[in-house]
């Protein structure tokens, strides 16, 4: 018995055959096609680009040379569209009306920043530079939205999805930009004045080996911040005891506060305690500095408008010198 065999063309032969080949794309000669059909007047539309009527002449018939199709209807007093130019147009006009509006908020953004700026700061740096400054921050710029997050690890600020970070110092990682923020910090020795209640305060640097001196460590597991003072031009190192070690600037100053020990901290963090009294500056002969705060965010060929804003105000509102 015969049988009838049918061969039929496979998937990939069928769509190589319904495919039809994509027409060259001439942006500039679809946006004067654009300006064309809108106005239905070649000198109108040249005088809304900037060209000649000869001009859009001459790209019209470009545009219909590179499409095979006539897309205009010429005579000397009229141009009206055809079939398919009135097809095209149905398309290309509502698409470049979205362009042009998205290129538009780009343009707005950079004149008025705006959007959610994700800030990862340590609370020293955040009390001291930050948030004596984020109302007027916010009320310069009411289109940005600021997260902020308190923690004193060097984040990778990339990876957790953070605009720009906050630290002490210049390590960081690897196509980061560090811009210093505000002057060198400057480190002093205070305590409650309940603390010497029953105690005498201390006159000298070694003197400090007989208190209970509240440590601290860089981050959880981290090594001790060296208590080390700056001396007619030396550096002199005080290997202090106590019975109290934080890895947060905030807990040491609290635990000196409540009369616990004798802290070594930043001078600006404790300012408006020592203002109202409820701490004291002792020695003050002798002090530290330490390194200044940075802002760092990632190398970007174009920074973020809400980005800037953030860089140069919080700059500018902490332009100080140390005296």
């Known amino acids: 018995m015969n ?65 095979n199709v006539r897309l205009f209807n010429r005579t000397t007093r009229s141009v009206s569209l055809t079939e398919a130019g009135a097809s095209l147009n149905a398309a290309l006009g509502p698409a470049l009306a979205l362009i042009r509006n998205s290129l538009s908020q780009a343009l707005l953004a950079s004149d008025q920043p705006s959007g959610m700026l994700r800030v990862s700061s340590s609370y020293v740096a955040y009390h001291i530079l930050i948030e004596p400054n984020i109302a007027s921050f916010l009320e310069q ?52 004045p309940d603390y010497f209640r029953e105690r005498s305060e201390p006159q000298t640097m070694a003197e400090l080996l007989k208190h209970n001196c509240i440590r601290q460590r860089f981050c959880v597991g981290g090594r001790m911040y060296d208590w080390t003072f700056e001396d007619r031009g030396q550096k002199v190192q005080i290997d202090v005891q106590g019975r109290f070690i934080f890895d947060e600037m905030r807990s040491v100053m609290e635990a000196a506060i409540r009369g616990h020990g004798i802290a070594f901290i930043l001078e600006d963090f404790a300012k408006q305690e020592l203002s109202d009294g409820m701490l004291r500056h002792i020695l003050k002969q002798h002090w530290a500095l330490d390194d200044a705060f940075h802002l760092y965010y990632p190398h970007r060929e174009h920074m973020p408008g809400k980005l800037r804003a953030f860089v140069d105000f919080m700059r500018t509102a902490n332009q100080t010198t140390r005296s």
């Open 3 to 67: 049988k009838k065999v049918i061969i039929e063309p496979s998937g990939d032969v069928q769509r190589a055959e319904s495919a039809l080949p994509a027409p060259p794309l001439h942006l500039p000669g679809l946006l004067t096609f654009e300006a064309a059909a809108r106005h239905l007047n070649f000198a109108r539309a040249a005088a809304e680009m900037g060209v000649t009527p000869t001009a859009v002449s001459r790209t019209i018939k470009n545009v219909e040379a590179q499409l």
């Open 141 to 192: 710029f009411p289109l940005i939205n600021v997260e902020i997050s308190l923690d004193n690890q060097l984040s990778d600020i990339v990876g957790a999805g953070f605009d720009i970070g906050i630290r002490m110092g210049r390590k960081l990682q690897n196509d980061m930009i560090s811009v210093q923020l505000g002057a060198v910090q400057k480190r002093i020795v205070v305590a409650a």
